[in-house]
């Protein structure tokens, strides 16, 4: 579909035609379609735009994950259709490894994204070797199946568009995780250490930006406090809300 360019939802609207895009090649399914319409609601209540308080969560993402030993960016059907090329490139930044980790998993749609993220440039792309495959303790979904090499070794997860229930079991397997969610209200929003609450498609891009920069400074560890990260959130919203109903 041609959508104009001075369409005031011209952004949004791309961001659509991006994940049928994918969902007609095999990388989303029909559910993550429904998932993006959950966030798409959320995106409204922020703005639409990287708040100040994403940016410091974005900024102590950014840390962690220079600061850490072996970082893995954990990609999912919606992440990889809409942020190929900037997983990619953050993981050339802060030294990490690219992992295929699916709640809808399937053998066909794991393969079809990682020669997607290939095509983009990826060199190696893990969790689709089943000789490495190890299983996360206490997590029944198809997502505690994880790569010996990445995830399983990893000391920080990047976990975008997560479901709860591995955020939870990740943290009680001594991960670090970091998560982007529209939804500061989602157990993953809540499990997480750092939450960023933004679009991943202007969030990846603003990290890998903070990436580069502070890659260059002397870094101290990372103090972040996600509780009022995310108090902080629903207050934008609800300030937002306010905003329009009294304008
Ligand atoms: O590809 P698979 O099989 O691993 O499945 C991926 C989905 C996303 C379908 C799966 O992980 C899932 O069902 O996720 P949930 O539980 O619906 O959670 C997704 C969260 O991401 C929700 O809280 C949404 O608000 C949020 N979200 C959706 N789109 C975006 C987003 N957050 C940031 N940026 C978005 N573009």
Same mark, same amino acid.
């Given at each position: 579909?041609?959508?104009?360019?001075?369409?005031?939802?011209? /952004?949004?609207?791309?961001?659509?035609?991006?994940?049928?895009? &994918?969902?007609?090649?095999?990388?989303?399914?029909?559910? &993550?379609?429904?998932?993006? &319409?959950?966030?798409?609601?959320?995106?409204?209540?922020?703005?639409?735009?990287?708040?100040?308080?994403?940016?410091?969560?974005?900024?102590?993402?950014?840390?962690?994950?220079?600061?850490?030993?072996?970082?893995?960016?954990?990609?999912?059907?919606?992440?990889?259709?809409?942020?190929?090329?900037?997983?990619?490139?953050?993981?050339?930044?802060?030294?990490?490894?690219?992992?295929?980790?699916?709640?809808?998993?399937?053998?066909?749609?794991?393969?079809?994204?990682?020669?997607?993220?290939?095509?983009?440039?990826?060199? *190696?792309?893990?969790?689709?070797?089943?000789?490495?495959?190890?299983?996360?303790?206490?997590?029944?979904? /198809?997502?505690?199946?994880?790569?010996?090499?990445?995830?399983?070794?990893?000391?920080?997860?990047?976990?975008?568009?997560?479901?709860?229930?591995?955020?939870?079991?990740?943290?009680?397997?001594?991960?670090?995780?970091?998560?982007?969610?529209?939804?500061p209200l989602?157990?993953?929003? *809540?499990? /997480?250490?750092?939450?960023?609450?933004?679009?991943?498609?202007? &969030?990846?891009?603003?990290?890998?930006?903070?990436?580069?920069?502070?890659?260059?400074?002397?870094?101290?560890?990372?103090?972040?406090?996600?509780?009022?990260?995310l108090s902080q959130a629903l207050v934008e919203m609800n300030?937002?809300?306010?905003?329009?109903?009294?304008?």
């Open positions: 579909m041609l959508i104009p360019k001075t369409h005031p939802r011209a /952004a949004s609207l791309h961001i659509r035609e991006k994940l049928v895009k &994918g969902y007609r090649s095999g990388l989303v399914i029909e559910e &993550g379609l429904i998932a993006h &319409g959950r966030g798409e609601a959320f995106d409204y209540l922020i703005g639409e735009k990287t708040s100040k308080n994403a940016l410091e969560s974005i900024k102590a993402a950014a840390k962690m994950l220079l600061l850490a030993k072996s970082p893995v960016i954990s990609v999912n059907g919606n992440l990889a259709s809409l942020c190929s090329k900037e997983i990619v490139k953050l993981a050339k930044v802060v030294n990490g490894k690219i992992e295929v980790n699916l709640f809808y998993a399937s053998e066909k749609r794991k393969k079809t994204i990682a020669s997607f993220l290939k095509k983009n440039g990826a060199k *190696q792309v893990l969790g689709i070797d089943p000789r490495f495959s190890r299983k996360i303790p206490r997590l029944d979904s /198809a997502r505690r199946i994880v790569d010996k090499r990445g995830i399983f070794y990893a000391d920080v997860v990047l976990v975008p568009l997560e479901d709860g229930d591995r955020t939870i079991a990740l943290k009680k397997f001594r991960k670090k995780v970091i998560s982007f969610d529209l939804n989602s157990r993953t929003a *809540q499990a /997480a250490d750092i939450t960023i609450v933004d679009n991943v498609v202007r &969030g990846m891009r603003v990290l890998i930006e903070m990436s580069i920069k502070l890659k260059k400074k002397k870094l101290a560890t990372v103090k972040f406090d996600n509780k009022k990260n300030n937002n809300l306010r905003r329009i109903a009294y304008a």
